[in-house]
């Protein structure tokens, strides 16, 4: 999963939202929804302008982590990364 620390690095950078969103011309809500992860992508342009503004490095924002799995979730990522996905399974 990928994890936004959009909100640390305003921290760091003694920045709000609004003077980010303003800064980077998008609307509060939007950045709103970047900031809580709610958002489903992000154009390489908004992000290359949160970089420019907040001086920092995309990686500094984004974060990759490991999603965990657990009950019937993980047999069914097991199984899928073992090549048996369930419509294997079932001959479809």
Known sequence: MIIINLDVVLARRKISSLELAQRIG???VNLSILKTGKAKAMRFSTLEAI???L???PGDILEFRE???SGQGREAAEEIIAGTGRDELRGG
């Open 26 to 28: 998008i609307t509060p």
């Open 51 to 53: 970089c420019r503004a």
């Open 55 to 57: 001086d920092c490095q």
């Open 67 to 69: 999603e965990e799995f």
